[in-house]
């Protein structure tokens, strides 16, 4: 069973800067996508960012140009580098990984952008 454990979440102020963490409990060669999502209050579930074994990485247009998506495949490990993050950018953030028709969530963390 696939797991994936989240971190790096918390309270930051506008204009900061927060790194999630995403360790899978396997090998992430396993993966065809691994990426993140996220939810505020009252929304639906949306993409942030999303990269495929091959290829660059999309991202949602609120993301580009502040947000970084990469991977570390010793640590089994991807990451989102958020940068400038504006109150609008609150939410929890899932991870999320899909091998082959499968597809595992992490259990979420919550970054909280306020003064």
């Known amino acids: 069973q696939v797991q994936l454990v989240e971190s790096g979440g918390g309270l930051v102020q506008p204009g900061g800067s927060l790194r999630l963490s995403c360790e899978a409990s396997?090998?992430?060669?396993?993966?065809?996508?691994m990426g993140w999502y996220r939810q505020a209050p009252g929304k639906p579930r949306e993409l942030v960012a999303e990269l495929y074994r091959y290829g660059s990485p999309n991202y949602a247009d609120s993301a580009k140009g502040r947000f970084t998506l990469s991977r570390d495949n010793a640590k089994n490990t991807v990451y989102l580098q958020m940068n400038s993050l504006k109150p609008e950018d609150t939410a929890v953030y899932y991870c999320?990984?899909?091998?082959?028709?499968?597809?595992?969530w992490g259990q979420g963390t919550q970054v909280t952008v306020s003064s």
């Open positions: 999320r990984t899909t091998a082959d028709v499968s597809v595992y």
């Open positions: 396997v090998s992430i060669f396993t993966f065809t996508s």
